[in-house]
């Protein structure tokens, strides 16, 4: 816990740091570390030998570069693959069991893990640097048939899933940090809702990096069974440190016949400082396949942080009737960057995808949508629908449309539409003159900007998200 | 309450207000005619604080000069403008926008926000007076309304903030006469001793539904003429040319 550099900066209030004893790996990549992690989380055989199949792999693939924003090397064998607080060694196996200080952390990032404070109707699992450090709900849910737990309890106790799926989605071979992330996964969180059974609450992973110069390789697995619904959200925060961490997640989700996932993301993520230091790389792929028929899957992202976002929250559309949906706030201001958008991947007939992308741009940022819609020749009378609005604040950020268009039949039909429009000072001086101050303007206009994508955030959050969007924003109009 | 004195503007060097007085007190209804480009809506928005103009000359609102601030301090003082062109604001309800508006100025007078329900009460209360559809209320700011619904949302707006002077720009152009009478409607209920009005308008119609006590006509930056209701009349047989 060397080189904390903690910068003063207001508007970031997730930025402290938990002083507390942590393992980790030894540092760099190598076969010797992924052991470590296998080794730590007492894994079995075939988990280990997956991971060093990836990594085997892994030495054959190049870093993409096709990306906008650029960022400078990452030298790998600088970083830990693996830290943990040292209380978590031994997995606690109640909730008295965890280090208070932990519990503080969790509790000022307003996750309160008690069971007197719990939040109503949400169960969350928290993921403290490399580990989940603890599952709530869990006893109700179990009722239900319902898992939900870390990835790592997964793996030891619900082998035949985790083997069956993990990897089903994104392949071992994938792309480099997919490969990497497969390699030298640390923790992340696992559903499995049985057939016919609606999840009774929202289910929610909380990440926090905590330990510097520590790489977070989250894995997310989430298997909704026939007839099944389940909605599940994620948080994320770190603190404000000079360096830049990575954060190269993979998240597969799966759904059966008739099955409904869906899938929010609050993205606050340290974004750096005004000039641009420090800052995290979330580096993140995310996936999931509508394997059955009519089933549906629904991303809904609010990116507020983060130095690089990078990410393309996709579906397959494989199932006939299959619904995708991807509905997103991209947010940038400062020095901040973001390539993000999805992909649409229709094969089944009569698949459906919707896309609605609200890219925010302000100060010296630089926001690119970049989306995939691909109908193949099978995919008779499918559907897509696009939407990109892109607002721009200022005169020193940029922001771009990327759409890559594929469709091979002749039944299906593709709309995509885009606007770049500038907050507008007709819109500023109109809320003025009603008494609102600059700073309650911007939020209005921007809220009402991404209005479609925040009322599909569960109502817990989305309250949260608005707030988010006007702090992330402030000071942006002079 | 208002007090004009000598006010020059300009835009970008080129003289708009020439040498402006206008007085106004508290319970009096002025209204200020004029030939389009005389200046009326230039009045308006520097009343309001809009920026972009270069001002001399002092404006005093309640004794205060008012030259150096910012347009939501006084819409927070009491200045209300309702706009020739109401402005859309896509994704925000009128609810949200209004109950954002009133809590802004009530939190700057140091009075406590209204929560939903108790604001709910209070805008429906203020709709029915104006014969305001309640639907209305949940529809986004000026998306999608006719003109005529932009103007009585400014007017509905005006009686729910309270303001201390409201300034209306051409509120009456491009209304029919039904919405005309609310809107003429929504400010005769409106008018008590502590404020004031100060209509802008091209047309005399409105002044046959609001009886203002005084008329000021300007012409080419100046007040060329003030005098009591029946110049409107006057103003609409012979036209402006006659000054």
């Given amino acids: 816990m060397k080189n904390q550099n903690l910068n003063i900066n207001q508007e970031y209030k997730y930025g402290f740091t938990t002083d507390i004893e942590s393992i980790k790996a030894p540092k760099g990549l190598s076969e010797e570390s992924i052991k470590f992690i296998s080794n730590i989380k007492k894994e079995p055989s075939w988990m280990l030998d997956w991971r060093l199949k990836a990594f085997k792999r892994l030495k054959t693939l190049k870093e993409p570069n096709w990306q906008k924003p650029k960022y400078p090397k990452i030298d790998y064998q600088d970083l830990y693959y693996y830290s943990a607080p040292k209380s978590s060694s031994n997995k606690p196996k109640s909730l008295d069991e965890i280090d208070p200080k932990i519990i503080e952390t969790y509790k000022k990032l307003g996750i309160p893990l008690v069971e007197q404070q719990r939040l109503n109707g949400i169960a969350v699992d928290a993921v403290f640097d490399s580990v989940s450090v603890a599952t709530t709900f869990k006893e109700e849910l179990t009722k239900k048939g319902i898992i939900f737990c870390s990835i790592s309890e997964a793996i030891q106790k619900h082998p035949e899933l985790v083997k069956k799926y993990i990897g089903s989605v994104i392949p071992l071979s994938d792309h480099y940090f997919a490969t990497l992330n497969s390699a030298v996964f640390t923790d992340g969180s696992f559903v499995y809702i049985p057939p016919n059974t609606r999840c009774p609450m929202e289910l929610s992973t909380y990440f926090r990096i905590n330990a510097s110069e520590t790489g977070q390789f989250e894995r997310t697995l989430i298997i909704a069974d026939k007839g099944s619904y389940v909605s599940y959200l994620e948080g994320c925060t770190a603190p404000m440190r000079d360096e830049n961490q990575l954060h190269a997640a993979n998240v597969e989700l799966i759904a059966l016949d008739d099955a409904e996932i869906k899938y929010s993301t609050v993205q606050n993520w340290y974004p750096g400082d005004k000039d641009g230091v420090g800052g995290i790389y979330n580096f993140v792929t995310k996936r999931g396949i509508c394997k059955g028929k009519n089933s549906k899957i629904s991303w809904t992202q609010v990116e507020t942080g983060s130095a690089i976002t990078w990410k393309y929250p996709s579906c397959i559309l494989q199932g006939d009737n299959s619904v995708g949906e991807f509905y997103s706030i991209a947010i940038t201001n400062n020095h901040q960057k973001a390539d993000t958008g999805t992909k649409m991947i229709h094969l089944g007939k009569n698949t459906k995808s919707k896309i609605i992308s609200k890219g925010i741009s302000a100060g010296f940022a630089d926001n690119t949508y970049r989306g995939l819609v691909d109908i193949n020749e099978k995919a008779t009378n499918s559907r897509n629908y696009t939407q990109c609005d892109s607002l721009l604040m200022g005169n020193k950020c940029g922001a771009h449309t990327v759409p890559y268009i594929k469709n091979k039949n002749s039944t299906s039909t593709i709309e995509h539409e885009a606007t770049t429009t500038k907050i507008n000072e007709e819109q500023l001086y109109y809320c003025n003159q009603r008494g609102l101050d600059q700073e309650e303007a911007v939020s209005l206009i921007v809220n009402g900007f991404c209005k479609e994508v925040l009322q599909q955030l569960p109502m817990e959050f989305a309250v949260e998200a608005q707030k988010l969007v006007a702090i992330s924003l402030e000071g942006s109009v002079g | ?243």
């Fill in chain 2, 1 to 243: 309450m208002l007090n004009i004195k000598n006010l020059k503007v300009s835009v970008e060097n080129k003289l708009i207000l020439n040498d402006l007085n206008l007085k106004i007190n508290p319970g009096e209804v002025h209204a200020i005619m004029g030939p389009n480009g005389s200046g009326k809506s230039t009045l308006a928005n520097v009343l309001s604080g809009k920026k972009g103009y270069e001002i001399q000359g002092e404006i005093l609102f309640d004794e205060l000069n008012i030259n150096d601030i910012s347009v939501e301090e006084r819409a927070q003082k009491g200045i209300f403008l309702a706009f020739q062109y109401p402005v859309e604001i896509p994704g925000v309800n009128t609810n949200v926008f209004l109950r954002t508006s009133l809590n802004s100025i009530r939190k700057s007078k140091g009075e406590k926000e209204l929560d939903t329900l108790n604001f709910l009460k209070l805008i429906k209360e203020k709709a029915k007076e104006l014969g305001i559809d309640e639907k209305f209320l949940s529809r986004q700011l000026n998306v999608g309304f006719s003109g005529g619904e932009k103007k009585k949302n400014e007017i509905l707006q005006m009686k729910l903030l309270q303001p201390k002077l409201s300034i209306l720009d051409e509120t009456d152009s491009g209304l029919d006469i039904d919405a005309l009478k609310i809107v003429a409607d929504g400010v005769n209920s409106y008018k008590k001793k502590d404020n004031a009005f100060l209509i802008i308008t091209h047309y005399q119609r409105l002044l046959d539904y609001i009886k203002p006590d005084f008329i000021h006509v300007l012409s080419k930056g100046k007040i060329v003429k003030t005098g009591s209701a029946e110049l409107a009349l006057e103003l609409e047989k012979s036209g402006y040319k006659n000054l």
